[in-house]
């Protein structure tokens, strides 16, 4: 089972400290993640990924208050997508840059740039996995899901309206899925605030599970 969790343009600005990337993941990307750095004159100044994105799916996330088991099991079934490193994890060492998928580098948009590579890892990432994502269109089209085996996908209801900006929904429903170790089976138990999970769709290998609240909080 896999996360695919959204990046964020709006980043902390601390200094963070001087070191290599260490994540051992996704090693292969590094050297072009580096060239992005020297374009866009990055500094190599590094915070934790969970640390440095702040964009309200990070910030409701709030990962670094969670259990370490939990923590654990949010890092190892992760991937992150990222404008500067193409594919990170949770804890990837992240440096602070003001870049989206529209920015643009040597004449190719970051979207351009990481489409090739971001596709080929997560055909082979996702083979055979159930794949959650909690991330928008835009960057759900940069993935490779057709060796997936299940694809599950979020929609949110306040009231009768469809809520338009769900990244704190988001990141309630994958705190809720971890803490609980949810499988495909339990989805229905989700439940954060007073959303409640009304009903699972499914068109093939894609499951929409639709949550719906009173109106009363988010």
Not at 29 to 54: G, I, Q, S
Not at 63 to 79: E, G
Not at 142 to 156: G, K, M, N, R, W
Not at 157 to 168: D, E, G, H, S, T
Request: proline share 5%; net charge positive.
């Amino acid at each position: 089972m896999f996360y695919v969790l959204p990046s964020s343009k709006k980043q902390s600005k601390m200094k963070g400290s001087y070191q290599e990337f260490s994540d051992e993941r996704f090693t292969q990307l590094y050297p072009k993640a580096k060239e992005l750095m020297r374009c866009f004159n990055v500094k190599e100044e590094f915070l934790p990924l969970f640390l440095r994105y702040k964009n309200r799916f990070w910030d409701s996330l709030e990962y670094w208050v969670l259990p370490p088991t939990v923590q654990a099991r949010i890092k190892d079934r992760s991937v992150v997508l990222s404008p500067l490193l193409g594919l990170a994890s949770v804890e990837s060492p992240m440096p602070e840059y003001s870049l989206d998928w529209k920015s643009i580098c040597q004449g190719k948009t970051l979207k351009e740039y990481w489409k090739e590579d971001i596709k080929k890892l997560s055909k082979e990432l996702f083979e055979g996995k159930t794949v959650f994502l909690f991330v928008g269109k835009q960057e759900e089209n940069l993935l490779d899901l057709s060796t997936a085996s299940q694809i599950v996908v979020f929609e949110y209801y306040r009231a009768k309206q469809k809520v338009k900006n769900p990244l704190p929904h988001r990141a309630y429903t994958l705190r809720y899925i971890a803490e609980k170790d949810l499988s495909l089976d339990e989805l229905f138990k989700i439940n954060f605030y007073d959303y409640k999970v009304e009903k699972v769709e499914r068109k093939g290998k894609r499951l929409k599970v639709l949550l719906r609240s009173e109106g009363r909080y988010i």
